[in-house]
């Protein structure tokens, strides 16, 4: 038997197939499995061996699954692929990128006389991927929230599996993921803003939050001056101008290191 998975979405094209193997799994306990990648040296070779049926005396069933099958790979491996297809004993899975309008012409021309079967998998919206990323955390046990979930969204567009990665990572740590986290953990996924670290850098907030954000933002920003000037520029708060027109004096004179002054008129 032949299962064709196709189609740009890669997280739901890897469920699907995980599914499949899980069930022929659970239908013969013994089983030969093989994963095969066929870009790469000699895997050609090995997916040639592995479609071929099961020895007639042998208990055993095998599950195959393949990626990355071309039209130029039609000639060797599609007579094997046949084999496969007719025979109660092998259960082949092919997973592949290809948009419908991509589909190898030679490779369907075979297995349309073959008895398989063929599901596509598209690329979602950007609120489906949001709605379907919520859905697939809970399944694993995380709550992500709506606004969590359009975070990633955007970062991620519509690469399920690159969200997925993150929801994964992070649930070593937490069991809800909402914006609020993401503000603290995701700086290694979140686009940053400086604009956002700058409002909190100008204000009278918390000193802990302050002290995270001037990390922050001395982590993104390179060019300590630029920070200098863009903090004075965002700042509303008039005591902080002050500040800072008193720091960049005496940074100009010589009496003062920039960071450290900074540092002090921005915590303080």
């Known amino acids: 038997m032949i299962y064709l998975l196709y189609g ?10 995980r599914e499949l193997a899980a069930t022929v799994r659970m239908r013969a306990p013994s089983l030969l499995e093989r994963r095969i990648f066929l870009d790469e040296d000699g895997a050609v070779e090995e997916a040639f061996d592995a479609l071929a049926p099961v020895s007639l005396f042998a208990e055993e069933k095998k599950l195959v699954r393949l990626s990355g099958l071309s039209d130029a790979l039609a000639h060797p491996l599609m007579p094997r692929l046949c084999l496969a297809a007719a025979a109660s004993d092998v259960v082949c899975i092919l997973s592949e990128s290809w948009s419908r309008k991509d589909l190898p012409k030679k490779i369907l021309a075979v297995l349309e006389s073959t008895p398989y079967k063929s599901q596509f998998f598209p690329s979602l919206s950007e609120s489906a991927c949001a709605a379907f990323l919520i859905q697939e955390a809970h399944a694993q046990g995380v709550r992500v929230t709506t606004d969590a979930a359009r975070l990633l969204v955007s970062v991620h567009g519509n690469d399920l599996q690159a ?6 990572k992070w649930s070593l740590i937490t069991d809800t993921i909402d914006a609020a986290f993401l503000n603290i953990h995701g700086d290694d996924t979140l686009p940053y803003s400086f604009f956002t670290d700058a409002q909190i850098l100008g204000g009278r907030g918390n000193i ?7 990390e922050r933002a001395c982590a993104y920003t390179a060019d300590r001056y630029g920070l200098f000037y863009y903090l004075a520029k965002a700042t509303g708060d008039a005591e902080t101008i002050v500040a800072l027109a008193s720091v960049d004096e005496a940074v100009k004179s010589g009496k003062l290191d920039l960071d450290s002054a900074l540092l002090h008129t921005l915590l303080v």
Not at 163 to 168: E, G, H, R, Y
């Open 8 to 17: 740009p979405d890669t997280y739901t094209r890897d469920k699907k197939a």
């Open 208 to 214: 802990a939050t302050r002290l995270t954000a001037w």
């Open 163 to 168: 969200s997925m990665l993150d929801v994964a």
